[in-house]
């Protein structure tokens, strides 16, 4: 699916009758919120506006390692819930389709084509516009949407929804730090490599380095050192919403999924299949929590949690395991301090170990920042965000881990209002669903969301 070129007139041609829904972000969010739209039965057409990446790879699956591989399971994986086999049949179609099968665990870079070629059905439809260019500024006005793109040109809508996914943290000042996803060079084969962070991302990295033919010593650090837990076959406990305890504080919470996880092994099953029985109702319980609750769970069960919900793939498990039975991979309880130069020029890492009050200070070659997106919303805001925000038409939650919106995804303005036309989608509204990164949630809220907007269309006559 490509790009319009940049000199294409815009926005769509005029035509009696048709109203267009400004996507803002063509990661995997706007991409799967795209094509749900498509398939309904409206008169909306759709605008992707994309300013960085491949359309529908965003950060995650822009990556070109073969070795990072989705930790989702293919039938989970489909973009239309409704549709299980749907990657799949994507799958099998490729020249080595047989080496698939619903259980399989995917390449990253697979799956971002797969989400690249989804729109394109609608290609030639006259209903789909893709743009290459980054949204600076959005407006609603005069019954609908006003949208500036950095080169200049402005787009009128309906609706926009936000799709603008992860906040990616800002660039270390020292400039002795590396992102995540940054695209570096590899570090020297045999240079001590420090990364910050010990989960999927660590992973990626480590296999990455791997993959580079890297001997150095590479030594992971995070404040308690839990890694991602491994992917076990299994079957989701049956978990109703009369079983849940909606509003509970969260030790009872944590008391109530431990008692899920001995009920899951007492049948043979693994604590796996507890927490995949309550998969589904992750955004239940948290819109059950007030602030207080949340902030809990924040401080004390979310690490938990994650490790144990984001699991690996047992092939990224192994190589792993094998790295810290060889040595070369040291996991380590440690807060990391700041980088410095050394007088030599070369980087030193300055790290504090779990239950020691002096500094080490570790000469490295490359320090690699894996802590993570979770980031404030408003101090690490792109334009358009901190637009926004400065405007009062969009506000962060109380625990700033998001844009406040609302069940449907409607924007909450600094004065409480739910906007009538601005929407946001994926990560951005994580503050409201907390579950909301992975595909298995985006695609539900895509297609929720999407025939929201078709209904109120409908029923705007
Ligand atoms: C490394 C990694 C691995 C993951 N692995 C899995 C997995 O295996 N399985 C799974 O289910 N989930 C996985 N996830 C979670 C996941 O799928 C992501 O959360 C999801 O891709 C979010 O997509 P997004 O489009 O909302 O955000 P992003 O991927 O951040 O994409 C947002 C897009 O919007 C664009 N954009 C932002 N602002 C603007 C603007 N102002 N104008 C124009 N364009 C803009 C950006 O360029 C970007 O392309 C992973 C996430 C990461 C980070």
């Not at 399971?73 to 239309?80: D, I, L, P, T, Y």
């Not at 990616?168 to 420090?194: E, H, I, N, R, Y």
């Not at 150095?216 to 989701?236: E, K, M, W, Y």
């Not at 909301?436 to 809220?445: F, G, K, L, S």
């Amino acid at each position: 699916m490509s790009f319009e070129p940049a000199d294409r007139s815009l926005p769509f041609p005029r035509q009696e009758g048709w109203r267009d829904v400004l996507v803002i972000g063509g990661g995997a969010s706007g991409v799967l919120f795209a094509a749900n739209l498509l398939r309904q039965d409206t008169d909306l057409r759709v605008t992707v506006v994309e300013g960085r990446h491949l359309l529908g790879c965003g950060i995650a699956y822009s990556t070109t390692d073969p070795d990072h591989l989705l930790n989702t399971r293919v039938h989970n994986m489909s973009a239309f819930p409704e549709d299980e086999g749907h990657f799949l049949r994507w799958l099998q179609d490729l020249p080595n389709g047989a080496d698939y099968d619903r259980g399989s665990f995917v390449g990253r870079a697979t799956y971002g084509s797969y989400l690249s070629c989804l729109l394109s059905p609608w290609q030639a439809s006259g209903r789909l516009l893709c743009l290459k260019a980054d949204c600076v500024e959005i407006h609603e006005r005069d019954g609908g949407v006003k949208a500036r793109l950095d080169d200049g040109r402005v787009l009128k809508g309906a609706y926009a929804v936000l799709a603008t996914g992860h906040v990616v943290p800002k660039a270390d000042p020292s400039g002795l730090v590396s992102g995540a996803w940054d695209t570096a060079a590899p570090p020297a084969p045999g240079a001590p490599v420090l990364i910050i962070g010990t989960g999927l991302s660590m992973v990626d990295q480590v296999l990455s380095l791997e993959r580079s033919g890297h001997s150095g010593p590479i030594l992971a650090i995070s404040r308690r050192g839990l890694l991602p837990r491994t992917h076990a076959a299994g079957t989701p406990l049956k978990v109703t919403r009369e079983d849940l305890p909606l509003g509970a504080p969260v030790s009872r919470l944590l008391h109530w999924l431990r008692a899920l996880a001995r009920q899951a092994e007492g049948a043979g099953g693994t604590w796996r299949d507890a927490l995949d029985g309550i998969r589904p109702w992750v955004s239940t319980l948290w819109q059950g929590m007030d602030t207080d609750q949340r902030s809990r769970f924040l401080r004390h069960a979310a690490t938990w949690w994650e490790v144990h919900r984001h699991r690996i793939p047992p092939a990224s498990a192994a190589r792993l395991e094998a790295a810290m039975a060889a040595g070369q991979l040291l996991i380590l309880k440690a807060a990391f301090r700041r980088a410095e130069r050394a007088a030599d020029g070369g980087t030193l890492a300055v790290i504090t170990p779990r239950g020691q009050r002096a500094e080490d200070r570790l000469p490295v070659g490359r320090i690699i920042d894996c802590r993570g997106i979770r980031n404030d919303p408003e101090k690490n805001a792109q334009p358009l965000i901190a637009g926004l925000l400065a405007e009062g038409a969009a506000r962060v939650d109380p625990l700033r881990i998001g844009l406040d919106v609302t069940g449907e995804g409607r924007l909450i303005g600094r004065d409480g209002r739910a906007s009538g036309r601005l929407f946001a989608l994926g990560p951005v509204s994580r503050a409201t669903f907390w579950e909301i990164t992975a595909i298995p949630d985006i695609r539900v809220q895509a297609g929720q969301m999407a025939a929201h907007i078709a209904e109120i269309e409908t029923a705007a006559g």
